[in-house]
């Protein structure tokens, strides 16, 4: 259903690092660094058919975060989503909502965790839990 996500940055540098340790948690590479022909500075992140992006907005004015807007990262166990938030925290996002753990929600079991990165963009880690 998706080709991309795209979030804007105040600082490409500072998003770049904090992407580059969390998305390593998932098994992503490092970011790729691409300047847009409008001369906008951007990082392109690729892995598992899938890509994350983060930009300096091409309008000139300051990002900020989507309020309500979540995205959220596929993991593959719960230590998996253990280890986003607290490589995420540890290179500058914040935890948020409840700490990491276990859930019952309307798709059934899933552990989760909550951050935002250090442009106030909220991420989410979900391991859903298999059914026997």
């Avoid at 993991?75 to 996002?93: T, W």
């Amino acid at each position: 259903m998706f080709n991309h996500v795209m979030v804007g940055s105040n600082d490409i540098e500072r998003s770049k690092r904090f992407y580059d340790a969390v998305l390593g948690v998932l098994g992503a590479p490092e970011g790729m660094r691409n300047t847009a022909s409008t001369g906008h500075l951007r990082v392109f992140y690729r892995h598992a058919g899938n890509s994350f992006c983060i930009s300096q907005p091409i309008n000139g004015e300051a990002a900020c975060h989507a309020n309500g807007g979540t995205i959220g990262f596929k993991c593959e166990s719960a230590e998996q989503v253990k280890a986003f938030h607290d490589v995420a925290v540890s290179h500058g996002g914040q935890s948020i909502e409840e700490p990491p753990g276990l859930r019952d929600g309307a798709m059934g079991p899933m552990h989760l965790s909550y951050v935002r990165d250090p442009d106030g963009n909220k991420l989410c880690a979900v391991y859903r839990v298999p059914k026997d």
